[in-house]
């Protein structure tokens, strides 16, 4: 993965996507209908303020601050389940060089408000991944649900400057069905590039139910029975519950769960 450029002060704005409209068409995608580059993915998250990525790609050791204390694994294991592999990972979430793409939204809860939650329309759908060091990423594969077609319809006019042919399915292509690998997705802290099959922990989806932000776990990567087994539900409570408090006490809004995929 490139190493994106460090991000001016000016362009620091709240994550409200396609915000810089004008720039949308330096996020180009590659000819034909095929997934979105990582580069193209970095420059959608620099028009939606969201400078976590610009931050992991271009700081190697010497930049980073001093690490934190962290959980241990055994911690980690009963707080938000065992780190395991992706079912699969599909062939168009890895990139030519072997590397998982990043999700064109990818967000670190870190990064997260609760605005991005209010301006969700309607039908938004948020997929979450806690992560191998027991971080919480989000992002999208539908992410038509989270961007209006409006904005959608001046990005295509936007990237047509500079490839005219480009189509709405091209577009489409490039931005949608990158699942929960893509979210859960781990950065080398010397190179900045994203790993394959980055392992991941609890994962699911996170939507409105009757007007209330609900957290499930159906992923079909990480929570499949194949890597994961059969979890216990006083487990699935502890993992979800877990997860549901860590949103809500960043977005400082409701957050409720229920168990799904494995109920």
């Known amino acids: 993965m490139a190493h994106a450029r460090k991000t001016k002060p000016e362009e620091a704005l709240p994550a409200s996507f396609m915000r810089r409209e004008e720039r949308q068409a330096e996020a180009a995608l590659a000819p034909g209908n ?31 601050a001093h690490p934190v204390q962290r959980a241990s694994s055994a911690e980690l294991d009963h707080a938000a389940g065992q780190a395991v592999p992706p079912k ?8 030519d060089k072997g590397d998982v793409r990043l999700n064109p939204l990818w967000v670190p809860l ?29 992002g999208s594969e539908d992410v038509a649900s989270l961007i209006p077609k409006g904005q959608l319809d001046r ?22 069905n990158m699942g929960h690998p893509t979210i859960a997705a781990h950065f080398d802290q010397v190179t900045g590039r994203t790993t394959s099959n980055p392992k991941g922990r609890v994962s699911g989806e996170l939507y409105r139910i009757g007007g209330v932000w609900t957290l499930n776990d159906k992923s079909g990567r990480f929570m ?4 994961r087994g059969k979890p216990q539900t006083e487990d699935l409570e502890r993992w979800l519950s877990g997860v549901a408090e860590r949103i809500s006490r960043q977005t400082r809004r409701r957050i409720s769960y229920q168990i799904m995929k494995h109920s």
């Open 110 to 138: 870190s990064e997260f408000s609760g605005r991005d939650l209010d301006n969700s329309p309607e039908g938004a759908k948020w997929q979450y991944a806690v992560t191998e060091d027991g971080e919480i990423s989000l």
């Open 34 to 64: 095929r997934p979105m580059s990582t580069d193209a993915a970095m420059n959608l998250q620099r028009f939606a303020g969201n400078q976590a990525v610009s931050r992991l790609v271009s700081s190697g050791p010497s930049g980073r």
């Open 88 to 95: 699969k990972t599909k062939d168009h979430e890895i990139d």
């Open 224 to 227: 499949a029975e194949k890597v």
């Open 155 to 176: 990005l295509l006019a936007g990237m047509r400057t500079k490839q005219p042919g480009l189509t709405a399915d091209d577009l489409s292509g490039g931005l949608e």
